[in-house]
């Protein structure tokens, strides 16, 4: 692995993205695993699977209310900013694939973003396959929100966040965008940068290496040698709001 100051973006470049939670701390967001982080504060069993759900609904709404309240006074910070403005140079040779579901990707001005574990601001039915909905509201009173398509069919649907929880498939169909646009990049030049990321969860943590097979140089931007660093080839140490406008200027 080699440190670096800038990433070689020219005419035939094209840049896949992951990013984690680090790249949404400097905008007030907590991340899982550092410490403060939401994994100090709250059991991942009981609030990020579908048995914990099963559990204790309550529970679960809790914990996602209190992110959807505080994360709506979250703006996107330099790091966004500057991922979004490499799109607008690239276009269709940039795709953005995020792990955060606080939507502030696309609150930079961010299009073609992959949003693996879901969206915060949004609510379906752990029951019934009704499309998810945007929803803002918090729930944290004594009974969890119910279904009422599932009411209407005379049977009871709770609803959930409409994330990615421990245990539960990741939608098949970004997994195809993701090779798609590994194998039209490969005709150019292709590089994968993470940032933010503790490349502790799988399969985003395998990216890396989906990256290097179709030839990409690799770069890791994050605070901390996260969990896969070993597999990248460049690893530039610091904060994404501060790393990333630099990085990709
Ligand atoms: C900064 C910074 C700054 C801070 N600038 N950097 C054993 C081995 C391998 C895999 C498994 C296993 N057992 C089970 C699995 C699979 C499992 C998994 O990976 N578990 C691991 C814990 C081991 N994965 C799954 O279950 C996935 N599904 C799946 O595998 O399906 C297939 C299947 C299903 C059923 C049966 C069999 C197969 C689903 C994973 C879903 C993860 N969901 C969550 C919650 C989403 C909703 C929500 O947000 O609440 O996703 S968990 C949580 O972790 C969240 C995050 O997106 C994800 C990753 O966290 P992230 O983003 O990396 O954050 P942190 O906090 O970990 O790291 C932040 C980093 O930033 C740190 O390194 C800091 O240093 C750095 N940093 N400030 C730059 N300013």
């Known amino acids: 692995m080699t440190r670096t100051d800038s990433?070689?973006?020219?005419?035939?470049t094209s840049v896949l993205v992951l990013t984690g939670a680090g790249v949404s701390a400097e905008s007030g967001i907590p991340t899982f695993r550092d410490s403060g982080g939401l994994w100090e504060q709250h059991s991942m069993e009981q609030v990020a699977t579908p048995e914990g759900f099963r559990e204790d609904p309550r529970l679960v709404w809790r914990f996602y209310s209190e992110r959807r309240a505080k994360g709506r006074?979250?703006?996107p910070n330099p790091g966004h900013l500057a991922l979004a403005a490499l799109e607008r140079r690239l276009g269709d040779r940039f795709?953005?694939?995020?792990q955060n579901i606080d939507g502030l990707h696309r609150?930079?001005?961010?299009?073609?973003v992959i949003e693996l574990h879901g969206q915060l601001y949004?609510?379906?039915c752990a029951h019934c396959d009704r499309e998810p909905f945007d929803d803002l509201e918090g729930y944290d009173d004594e009974r969890p929100p119910l279904c009422d398509v599932c009411e209407a069919a005379g049977r009871m649907g709770?609803?959930?966040p409409a994330v990615v929880w421990f245990g539960e498939m990741l939608?098949?169909?970004?997994?195809e965008a993701i090779s798609r646009f590994l194998e039209e990049g490969r005709r150019?030049?292709?590089?994968f940068l993470a940032a933010g990321t503790s490349g502790s969860v799988w399969p985003a943590s395998a990216l890396v290496d989906e990256a290097r097979r179709a030839g990409a140089g690799t770069w890791l931007v994050n605070a901390a040698a996260a969990d896969n660093a070993s597999r990248f080839e460049h690893f530039v140490q610091g904060r994404s709001g501060e790393v990333l406008p630099g990085l990709l200027g």
């Open 122 to 124: 949004q609510t379906r």
């Open 95 to 98: 795709l953005l694939v995020t």
């Open 7 to 12: 990433i070689p973006v020219v005419a035939d």
């Open 188 to 191: 150019g030049r292709l590089v």
């Open 107 to 112: 609150q930079a001005g961010s299009e073609r």
């Open 158 to 160: 709770l609803l959930r």
């Open 73 to 75: 006074a979250c703006r």
């Open 171 to 175: 939608d098949p169909l970004h997994f």
